[in-house]
């Protein structure tokens, strides 16, 4: 097992282009959760994702952000349009079904938009 | 809506001092609790859980309690290592939702 992967772990963007990040969860989880953490906070919820359904979205989800996770595997959250306010560590986590599971996280991805 | 508010840091401590950091948390249901740790430059680690009142979750020498009747969980541990030096944060979930509800962190940075 070797954990929740993120890729890439920096990624630093002009303001108005499109990113997208990858997650890799643990094998046999079924949820897929995104989460962002910005400067001196904790995570904040964003989406998240049992198997292929996206199941949750958070009201920080604007319509400049999407997620999919097409064959219940990896996810990717993409961001069109950035703004400097997108600029933090997005993070991925994910856990087994049933209940409030632990959820394991990945290393996160650092957006700096300039 | 649910919420978790923690204690702010810094805490600075002397290695083998005692650790407290204080969660307090507002939920509609019956959640689960976590503290999560967040080493230097690495992801979120999760350190110890309780899923029901009168619970408590241990891990490496840390402790916390679910209490209902105050809706705390704080995090304690009795001799702090250098190594314990970290952000560590508290969290809520299952409350109506599998979403996680975290804490701003606290930063703990323990002197040799």
């Known amino acids: 097992d070797t954990g929740v992967s993120q890729d890439p772990r920096h990624k630093i963007t002009k303001r108005g282009q499109n990113v997208t990040f990858r997650c890799d969860p643990i094998?046999?989880?079924?949820?897929l959760y995104w989460y962002r953490q910005t400067l001196g906070q904790g995570p904040e919820f964003l989406t998240y994702?049992?198997?292929?359904?996206?199941?949750?979205k958070s009201r920080l989800l604007s319509d400049r952000f999407s997620a999919e996770r097409p064959k219940g595997s990896f996810s990717t959250l993409e961001i069109q349009r950035t703004e400097q306010g997108d600029s933090a560590m997005y993070l991925c986590?994910?856990?087994?079904?049933?209940?409030?599971?632990?959820?394991?996280f990945g290393p996160g991805t650092r957006l700096t938009v300039t | 809506g649910d919420s978790v508010t923690q204690m702010e840091g810094p805490v600075t401590l002397s290695e083998e001092a005692f650790l407290t950091i204080n969660c307090t948390y507002t939920?509609?249901?019956?959640?689960?609790l976590f503290w999560y740790v967040q080493y230097p430059g690495e992801g979120l680690q999760l350190l110890l859980k309780?899923?029901?009142?009168?619970d408590k979750g241990s891990n490496k020498g840390f402790e916390a309690t679910y209490r209902k009747e105050t809706t705390s969980f704080h995090l304690e541990k009795g001799s702090v290592q250098v190594s314990d030096s970290a952000v560590y944060f508290c969290?809520?979930?299952?409350?109506?939702?599998?979403?996680?509800?975290f804490g701003t962190g606290t930063r703990l940075k323990v002197l040799a």
């Open positions: 986590a994910s856990s087994l079904d049933g209940g409030a599971r632990e959820q394991y």
């Open positions: 094998s046999e989880h079924n949820r």
């Open positions: 994702f049992q198997n292929e359904a996206q199941l949750e």
């Open positions: 939920a509609t249901g019956y959640p689960s």
């Open positions: 309780a899923t029901k009142a009168d």
């Open positions: 969290a809520l979930g299952g409350s109506g939702t599998y979403k996680y509800i």
